[in-house]
């Protein structure tokens, strides 16, 4: 298309508002990063441009992306986020300097990337090599505030100095350029409405760059600006379009390479503070070392700064480019924000992970629990309760309490109130830790056990007795509660039984429970399998916590199953899906998870296989492997890896990232853990209190609990029996069918259950305890009488 052709329009009021609905960009990211002075900035890199950028914190993203077109004016352009022909590289292992070459046969366009260490600024380094007559110009979307509506953008000057600038509620801001002699570097420029008036479409109609709007907005609008070919580009943010304009200049008073230098710097100090890294990975492959240096860098790079502590599962928004939510994986979960702190503790960053923990406390219920997930304010966002949700900070606590490393943090309050809250709602969850079912699961009760017996050090005794009875008690009911035997799944395994993927509540009270249905969510049917034909890969948590060794026959039976149903072979190694049915990724065409789909394998359960396999005598490395080779460009390890055949229309490939969340920072905790676990050959974050009361085998439980929420119908000659009741209350009780009746009232056992024992010498096997109860605070007495028979 001849550029003669058009005629150029230069006006102030863009057409076509508001612009299309909006939308984030891709989840899948090459990089992300942060500076690690006092900026207030981080940034994700996909497919070779800038894509979210978050400030004042890290969960609100600011701008969907910002791009380039290379174009001779003549006819010819290139979105170079569109060639296939591009490297990612960083300036050293585990620093997030990054250098992208987009490679043409007309030309190589060269982007540096770094942030201002002091600033909340963004540097782009840009450079144009081949075609003297190709020009770079740059794209600028910005969704401030987090989100792509209502936003003003404008082309202006400020202080003599031409800028790009947006605003949105309480954020501005500027995108300033300068040339190789530092000054102002802006050509023609143009605001506009997305998919209206915006810049791509100029080039989509003309060929070249034919409009200059000053002004767009109110809605979803993009910036637009011409480059010499050697630049370099501040991308600045403030509470207003001038106060970022002021930072982004300043930014550029100083050459790049200043800030190129500052962030490398900063980061290899970092890592040279981490000394457990030297430690873990002297004797691996000097690729899955690299991956260990990335992984650390993944996980500092998700932690705020105004709220210490605080991290967000991760920098992206799986199938964002489908969607215009800010939520995404920019929220907090607390078991994953555990998973990490356990990985910075792995690497020696005490001071990181003791920070996390002192972040929990802040946002921990009164009741005990937490919430599913919140911002980093602590306001929730989704209001799931998840119980190992509430075991993980105190499973951290002891952790940082057996490394010496608690440095004064107070703890005895938050254990004291969420093993309380365990002990009155568990053991079933009203949530998985995949957030879709209620019931009893294999990975959410051995995090409750182990907190139990971990947290138990912290309390007081009559509270710790409890504790450690609670946890003897459900840890010798596991296989009663969860396993399934002599069902069609097991004949056609040929094992004796498996442990199910969730087990329903009333399975506590009847066994028969165990074979009624259980939804399976994200389906566009529910394939109405019952919870005795569903099986999962949480049941490895078992092990790893250390009560079940790796060898018991009933491990080794649900691994069979489990290899048989979710294990795929991906072109790098095994990985597995979370359980059977599983809805939660694209569909089988490749098309976008749209609250429907088709599950996915996860790197994560490739890494938990892979402790499981170190605890059962096996080198884990393959695994290790298996993990890095699924990774992206950059050493971005996906939430999940295709594992159909190959969808290139759709950059869909076996084994390699899908649309799902990229970099995921629990799957890089999961990395880094396992690295330090094999080199300590035993499982990192295996707390040592559980190992040393369980040693891999259930107990002969002392005491069985009846509980308001956790009611049993029986239990053996010999054990005793504690009545656990949520309020004080009197009990009246009978081992005679009523015609003699003893009264108790309840004691406080210092985790919010009020008990009382009725004297089980009184009663033989094969008689029955009966008994009913009014709490102090009822004006109603309780009329159901409740039986418990004692068998053997």
Not at 304 to 330: C, F, K, Q
Not at 656 to 679: F, Q
Not at 695 to 720: L, S
Request: net charge negative.
């Amino acid at each position: 298309m001849d550029q003669t052709t058009h005629m150029s329009v230069t006006e102030d009021r863009a057409p076509g508002a508001p612009g299309i609905p909006p939308t984030w960009t891709s989840s899948a990211k090459d990089m992300v990063g942060c500076a690690l002075g006092s900026s207030r900035l981080w940034y994700s890199v996909g497919y070779g441009i800038v894509n979210e950028v978050y400030y004042p914190r890290i969960d609100i993203p600011q701008i969907r992306d910002l791009g380039f077109i290379v174009a001779d004016d003549k006819g010819f352009w290139v979105e170079v986020k569109r060639l296939h022909g591009r490297e990612v590289r960083t300036a050293a292992p585990g620093v997030p300097a990054v250098e992208i070459v987009h490679r043409h046969p007309r030309f190589d366009l060269t982007l540096r990337i770094a942030p201002d260490q002091q600033r909340d600024v963004l540097l782009i380094d840009v450079r144009l090599d081949g075609d003297e007559d190709l020009r770079p110009y740059t794209l600028l979307a910005p969704h401030l505030g987090g989100t792509g509506y209502d936003n003003h953008a404008a082309v202006n000057e400020y202080h003599g100095r031409k800028l790009l600038w947006a605003e949105q509620g309480p954020f501005g801001l500027a995108l300033a350029a300068v040339d190789a002699t530092q000054r102002d570097a802006w050509g023609r420029a143009s605001a506009g409405y997305v998919g209206m008036s915006d810049g791509w479409q100029d080039f989509k109609h003309n060929g070249a760059m034919q409009w200059q709007y000053r002004e767009a907005g109110p809605g979803n609008v993009a910036l637009m600006g011409e480059l010499p070919r050697r630049s370099t580009l501040a991308l600045g943010f403030g509470s207003s379009r001038e106060s970022a304009a002021t930072l982004a200049v300043g930014a550029l008073m100083q050459p790049f390479a200043n800030h190129w230098q500052a962030q490398i710097d900063r980061w290899r100090d970092w890592h040279a503070g981490c000394d457990e890294c030297c430690k873990a990975t002297p004797d691996l492959p000097a690729a899955l070392r690299e991956q260990f240096t990335t992984s650390a860098m993944v996980l500092r790079a998700h932690l705020d700064l105004t709220y210490p502590g605080a991290m967000v599962a991760s920098l992206s928004i799986p199938w964002g480019n489908t969607r215009n939510e800010r939520g995404g994986y920019h929220l907090v979960w607390p078991r994953d924000l555990a998973e990490c702190a356990g990985a910075l503790l792995a690497l020696g960053d005490d001071d990181k992970a003791r920070e996390i923990l002192r972040y929990l406390i802040s946002t921990q219920h009164a009741d005990g629990h937490w919430n599913q997930n919140q911002w980093l304010g602590g306001k929730p966002f989704w209001q799931g309760i998840q119980l190992d949700e509430t075991a993980f900070p105190v499973l951290l606590a002891a952790r940082l309490h057996e490394h010496d490393a608690l440095a004064g943090t107070e703890v005895t309050d938050m254990v004291r109130r969420a093993l309380g809250f365990i002990a009155r709602t568990g053991p079933a969850s009203d949530q998985d830790r995949w957030e879709e079912d209620a019931g009893v699961n294999a990975f959410t009760l051995a995090a409750c056990i182990a907190a139990l017996v971990g947290g138990a050090r912290f309390l007081e005794p009559a509270a710790r007795d409890m504790a450690l009875a609670l946890a003897d008690d459900w840890n010798a009911q596991i296989e009663k509660w969860t396993l399934a035997r002599g069902t069609e799944l097991a004949r056609r395994a040929g094992v004796a039984g498996y442990y199910v993927r969730i087990a329903p509540a009333e399975t506590l009270m009847d066994e028969e429970a165990l074979n009624g249905s259980l939804p399976i969510k994200n389906r566009v049917q529910d394939p109405g399998l019952p919870a005795t034909e569903q099986v999962g890969t949480d049941f490895l948590q078992l092990v790893r916590f250390g009560l079940r060794r790796a060898d018991d026959p009933l491990i080794l039976d649900t691994l069979k199953v489990v290899d048989e149903l979710l294990k795929v072979d991906t072109p790098g190694g095994p990985a597995w899906h979370r359980y059977n049915g599983d809805g939660y990724g694209e569909h089988s065409d490749g098309a976008p998870f749209d609250g429907t789909g088709q599950g996915r394998a996860w790197p994560l359960l490739t890494g938990e296989r892979g402790h499981y396999e170190l605890c059962a005598g096996r080198d884990p490395l393959s695994l290790l492997t298996t993990m890095a080779s699924m990774c992206g460009p950059g050493g971005m390890m996906p939430e999940q890896v295709w594992d159909s055949a190959a969808i290139p229309a759709r950059w869909l490939y076996p084994g390699r990232p899908t649309g799902s969340a990229m970099p995921l920072a629990w799957a890089h905790a999961e990395y880094i853990k396992l690295a330090v676990s094999r080199a300590l050959g035993t499982p990192f974050d295996r707390p040592a209190a559980v190992w040393e009361r369980y040693h891999g085998q259930a107990p002969a439980a002392t005491w069985r609990h009846w509980c308001e929420q956790a009611p049993i119908g029986r239990i053996g000659a010999g054990q005793r029996l504690r009545i656990c009741l949520h309020a004080p209350s009197l009990v009246r009780w009978s081992a005679d069918g009523w015609r003699t009746v003893y009264e108790l009232r309840t004691e406080d056992s210092g985790l919010g259950l009020h008990t009382v024992t009725p004297v089980m010498t009184m009663v033989s096997g094969g008689a029955r305890i009966e008994f009913s109860f009014r709490h102090d605070d009822s004006r109603v007495a309780d009329e159901r009488r409740y039986r418990i028979e004692i068998t053997g």
